[in-house]
């Protein structure tokens, strides 16, 4: 019951941030590092998003520029030093058998770099 318990709740806090994808050295199931960020639903100003009970929700109860409370997340494919301030980082099960593994793989080359050289520059 341990061992399920465990896996169950395991956050893949040792699956690097910057990998696209792959596997969890905890689990082993396939994760993927989505980015979001949240925006207002009224004007559309960026957010800094935060990820709470399963939710990817925005840090400030009101958006600064027009009061309103409505917001959605967004994905961003390809996380910017700019996106960075405001994005949250999501570790996504993938159920094996929906990968496309050729193509995510691609994807996940060309980002990869990207992104570590932008962690590297925000440490
Ligand atoms: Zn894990
Ligand atoms: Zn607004």
Redesign the pocket.
């Known amino acids: 019951m341990e061992f399920f318990k465990k896996k169950n709740q395991?956050k893949?806090e040792n699956?690097p941030p910057e990998k696209d994808i792959g596997y969890?050295p905890?689990?082993g199931?396939l994760i993927e590092n989505q980015w979001f960020i949240v925006r207002c639903k009224c004007c559309g100003l960026k957010h800094k998003a935060v990820f709470k009970n399963g939710e990817i929700i925005s840090a400030e109860k009101f958006c600064h520029n027009c009061g309103s409370k409505e917001f959605f997340a967004e994905r961003v494919n390809k996380i910017n030093f700019i996106d960075i301030n405001y994005a949250v980082l999501v570790k996504t099960i993938i159920p094996v058998e929906h990968f496309e593994f050729t193509q995510s793989w691609a994807e996940a080359k060309e980002t990869s770099n990207y992104t570590r050289k932008l962690l590297q520059q925000f440490r």
């Open positions: 395991c893949h699956f969890c905890d689990c199931q």
